[in-house]
């Protein structure tokens, strides 16, 4: 699979999505536009904003990031540290095998140890999450082949610059999205108040804020967002971005909104059962296939067109 354009028509979520969802492993190379727009409040100090960035992936978790201005960026952050003497760091990047996660390597030689390396791959992460805010560029998504290799130019994962570590896709979606500001973006994926939420995953393993927890406890398609805003006492809009960033994220599903028939099935005439259970398989099957947001599909659909 291989799928480039320009960040407007597909968000970083919605790309994250299709590679979380699918279990892609391959590069996805970003471009941010020289203009690009972000919110005052993201600093971008610690990146070169007009870089080009590689961010890889295997089987839908994120494993390394690299830009093209700094092509040694975790061997610079442990010298930044003073964690290893640097002739002991270059001596052994090169006894390093070419296919060990240099960081996991260092960490079995004892010359770091878990917390530091964990703190390397947060700074990694951290990289990520601003990304999230640039509206303007481009990018280029490639998988790997049977090789590990990228087919346009041969690059396999870059194990100099990664750590051994990885991150759900999906998780880092969601956390990133947690300090998301522009919405506008999003305006037609943004869940309507009327509609309810269906659990996609049948356990969630990310730590949850109160709002979220409380819009995946509630996420059996039966309770609108409106009456989940109402309970939670928070403002309609703020669950619904929070929502959305949940959709993106493969947690749960819009859908409309199910009444119960149970409880009404186990108290009418025989007779009735049929048609209260078709009322119920219809509103389901309506959103059951539906795994990315609208926007989504119909880029996708405007892509094929343009290119077949």
């Not at 030689?109 to 964990?118: A, G, M, P, T």
């Not at 759900?168 to 939420?197: H, Y």
């Amino acid at each position: 699979m291989s799928i480039r354009g320009s960040l407007k028509t597909f968000s970083l979520p919605e790309l994250f999505q299709i590679i979380g969802s699918g279990r892609k492993s391959g590069r996805l190379k970003l471009s941010p536009s020289i203009k690009f727009d972000v919110s005052p409040s993201i600093k971008f100090d610690d990146l070169q904003i007009n870089a080009t960035f590689e961010l890889w992936f295997k089987r839908g978790y994120f494993v390394a990031i690299t830009n093209s201005y700094q092509y040694q960026a975790l061997i610079e952050n442990i010298q930044e540290n003073a964690w290893i003497d640097s002739r002991v760091l270059v001596k052994n990047k090169y006894l390093c095998t070419a296919d060990q996660p240099f960081g996991e390597y260092l960490q079995e030689k004892n010359l770091i140890n878990e917390v530091q390396l964990e703190s390397l791959f947060n700074q990694q992460i951290d990289q990520v999450y601003k990304l999230f805010h640039i509206k303007d560029g481009s990018f280029k998504f490639e998988e790997v082949n049977q090789k590990n290799k990228i087919a346009s130019d041969g690059e396999t994962f870059p194990t100099k610059e990664m750590t051994g570590k990885q991150r759900k896709v999906m998780e880092l979606s969601l956390i990133a999205m947690r300090d998301f500001s522009d919405w506008s973006r999003f305006a037609d994926d943004i869940p309507q108040a009327d509609m309810g939420l269906r659990k996609l995953a049948k356990s969630c393993k990310i730590k949850l804020t109160s709002l979220e927890q409380h819009i995946w406890s509630s996420a059996n398609g039966s309770i609108s967002l409106k009456k989940l805003a109402k309970q939670k006492k928070v403002d309609l809009k703020t669950l619904q971005y929070t929502a959305l960033s949940m959709i993106f994220s493969g947690l749960v599903e819009e859908l409309p909104v199910v009444k119960s028939a149970d409880k009404f099935i186990s108290n009418s005439p025989e007779k009735l059962r049929p048609n209260l259970v078709g009322i119920r398989n219809t509103a389901v099957k309506s959103k059951a296939k539906i795994k990315v947001s609208n926007s989504l599909i119909n880029n996708l659909v405007s892509f094929l067109k343009d290119n077949f």
